[in-house]
């Protein structure tokens, strides 16, 4: 039995003499090029990204589907800033906001406006302004951005919104504020 495990020990040891052999011969040894301390080396560059020029496509306006024979209407569902009778500084930023729904059959799109119906104290608002387009039975915002008069006094404006045809349509739109200088 001695001499089976000997062999056997013997042939697992050749074995392992072999593969490591082999491992060895199939690694590519080739030679290494060295520079002399006078030559000079470049310095390692990484690769940087060259920057492209590319053009972001702008989106095209879908126009709204249209309907002949349909009806126009514009209700008014709440005001969202500026509450009838806020008191403002003279000269503020007024940002109004109003809820209000498309009711009629009819889309909102290019040619529909809002348009300032009355204005006797001449608050500096522009006179016509493109609707905010909106599907039949939505519910959109309506805004406003004006300056506030400089001069003390109560103030109140009307809109009214219009087809592209010209005629007037639905519930007027309001505001009236209080202009008074700030307190000290």
Same mark, same amino acid.
């Given at each position: ?28 040894? !080739? #030679? ?16 940087? *990204? ?8 702008? #989106? ?22 500026? =509450? ?36 006797? =104290?001449?608050?500096?608002? !522009? ?5 905010? #387009? ?8 309506? *805004?406003?951005?004006?300056? !506030? #008069? ?17 005629? !007037? ?16």
């Amino acid at each position: 039995m001695k001499t089976t495990s000997s062999k056997f020990l013997f042939l697992l040891m050749a074995l392992v003499v072999v593969i490591a052999i082999s491992s060895l011969s199939a690694c590519n040894f !080739a #030679p290494v090029k060295s520079f002399a301390p006078t030559e000079e080396v470049a310095a390692y560059v990484p690769p940087t *990204r060259v920057p492209t020029s590319t053009s972001t496509p702008m #989106p095209t306006a879908t126009p709204l589907p249209m309907e002949e024979d349909c009806s126009d209407v514009l209700m008014y569902i709440d005001d969202l800033t500026i =509450d009838d009778g806020t008191v403002v500084n003279p000269g503020q930023v007024l940002d109004k906001k109003w809820a209000v729904q498309n009711s009629g059959t009819c889309n909102w799109g290019p040619g529909y406006t809002l348009q300032v119906t009355d204005n006797e =104290d001449d608050v500096v608002v !522009a006179e016509s302004m493109a609707l905010y #387009p909106a599907l039949n039975n939505s519910d959109v915002t309506i *805004r406003v951005v004006f300056t !506030a #008069p400089e001069e003390e006094g109560n103030y109140t404006v009307f809109w009214k919104a219009y087809s592209p045809d010209g005629t !007037a349509f639905g519930d007027h739109l309001s505001i009236n504020f209080v202009v008074e200088p700030p307190t000290e």
